[in-house]
């Protein structure tokens, strides 16, 4: 089974502060992909990368960046967070005709 | 835009009812199609892919209807344990492989 994890299961963060949340994966995957999830809007992608170096923004990028140095690692940046980056943080690989495999997730609080 | 339309629920079903879910997609380039299903304050995971010709697994039955850009899934027998929220899930055109989730039909079963 591919296996995503992530890096922390639940964090709180203080205004301002740089957060980074991390994602691996152990299934050679080119793809990865970070979403939030909050109540009634659903699963919203943020940020994606096809390959080591790249990167493509999603719908809501803004306050984000991302990094890919190695496959199996996709980093998500919060340069400086803020209240409304409360959020569950989903991390997934996989590809497009096979579905996706999430992580479990990262509950995100930022005060 | 790309958007993928489900009905949020809450569906409230006894056990061993038959439950029904519909979805509905605006891309008509969309080439591959998921559902997946949610428990409460956990990752997505894949439940089952929709093929063109419909598929069974067990108890769940998903079609896909491309004319109507409408997608189903079909759940006999309902238990408890498929308490869960349901994300019809489409894949659209481009080489990298982004999905679009709806936002999810809550069920609940109840004893």
């Known amino acids: 089974d591919v296996k995503v994890t992530q890096s922390s299961r639940y964090l709180v963060k203080r205004t301002g502060e740089k957060v980074f949340l991390e994602c691996v994966q152990d299934m050679d995957h080119e793809n990865m992909f970070w979403y939030r999830q909050d109540p009634g809007l659903g699963l919203r992608l943020i940020y994606f990368s096809y390959d080591v170096k790249m990167k493509e923004k999603g719908d809501i990028p803004e306050g984000y960046s991302v990094s890919r140095e190695k496959k199996e690692r996709f980093s998500l940046i919060l340069e400086s967070a803020s209240t409304n980056q409360t959020s569950m943080y989903l991390c997934?690989?996989?590809?497009?005709?096979?579905?996706?495999?999430f992580g479990s997730g990262t509950r995100l609080t930022v005060v | 835009r790309k958007e993928v339309e489900q009905d949020p629920g809450p569906f409230n079903v006894p056990e061993g009812a038959t439950v029904a879910f519909n979805c509905t997609y605006s891309?008509?380039?969309?080439?591959?199609f998921f559902w997946y299903r949610q428990d409460c304050r956990k990752e997505p995971k894949l439940l089952m892919s929709v093929y063109s010709s419909g598929n069974e697994d067990g108890r769940f039955t998903a079609q896909l209807n491309r004319a109507s850009q409408y997608i189903s899934l079909l759940i006999r027998d309902s238990k408890l344990s498929d308490s869960a929220t349901y994300l019809c899930?489409?894949?659209?055109?481009?080489?990298?492989?982004?999905?679009?989730f709806g936002k999810g039909t809550k069920l609940s079963v109840k004893p």
């Open positions: 891309n008509s380039a969309s080439q591959s």
């Open positions: 899930v489409v894949s659209y055109g481009g080489s990298q492989g982004n999905l679009i």
């Open positions: 997934a690989s996989g590809q497009r005709h096979y579905g996706y495999t």
